[in-house]
């Protein structure tokens, strides 16, 4: 049974302060991992998707990594600003097409 | 281009209703999960349907059943409404295939 764990479970930096956000997840065997964002009470933003074969993805100031075989993934901000404040969550999808996420990170930057 | 669309927005129900939440996935997808999201917690997998039919279910009892019309479209219903059942309720679509998920911006259920 995949389990999917983030940490931090919650984050307060200042402002331009470069930032890492954890996931690990228990089944090496996975499709994809998709890294998204959630602002309060709001649905799920995508960020970046990495696929099983690939090492990283990066979109703008956002660089995630993938390694399969440790079961991690991070998600790196750099430069963060206060509109990067929100909760960041993990998404693996694993056998069957099953998408399990992770109780996510809530990050707050400071201005 | 539209993304996922969620209808309603916000609902308020009284323990042991019944209700039906909608989706309609993004243009060009044909799967679409649903998830159940409590306060300060991850989305929990519900089900997942491709084809019209139901292909994946995660830990949720037989109140909760679906349906995916053969425009892709899909509902949530819900039988005898707890006042656990209180959630956001997230609709995901994606192609067939190893894509990633689009999200609508969830339906806001509260029971009373």
């Known amino acids: 049974k995949q389990e999917v764990t983030q940490i931090p479970a919650a984050l307060s930096v200042p402002e331009g302060e470069n930032l890492v956000l954890n996931c690990s997840f228990t089944d090496s065997a996975i499709y994809n991992l998709q890294w998204f964002r959630q602002d309060p009470g709001k649905g799920l933003t995508s960020l970046l998707l990495?696929?099983?074969?690939?090492r990283e993805q990066t979109s703008g100031r956002l660089n995630a990594s993938l390694d399969k075989s440790s079961g991690r993934s991070t998600l790196y901000i750099a430069a963060s600003q206060p509109g990067d404040s929100a909760t960041y969550l993990c998404a693996v999808s694993s056998g069957g097409f099953k998408t399990i996420f992770g109780a996510g990170t809530r990050l707050f930057v400071k201005a | 281009d539209a993304g996922v669309t969620q209808s309603p927005t916000h609902l308020i129900k009284t323990r042991g209703q019944q209700v039906t939440l909608r989706c309609s996935p993004k243009s060009g997808h044909d799967t679409v999960s649903w998830y159940q999201q409590a306060l300060g917690q991850g989305p929990q997998f519900i089900f997942q349907?491709?084809?019209?039919?139901?292909?994946q279910r995660g830990n949720f009892p037989d109140r909760f059943s679906g349906h995916q019309f053969p425009n892709y479209s899909s509902e949530l219903n819900v039988n005898a409404l707890l006042l656990g059942d209180s959630a956001l309720y997230l609709c995901a679509s994606r192609p067939t295939g190893f894509y990633g998920y689009t999200f609508g911006s969830g339906t806001r259920l509260t029971v009373v």
């Open positions: 349907y491709y084809e019209e039919e139901e292909r």
């Open positions: 990495i696929q099983s074969s690939q």
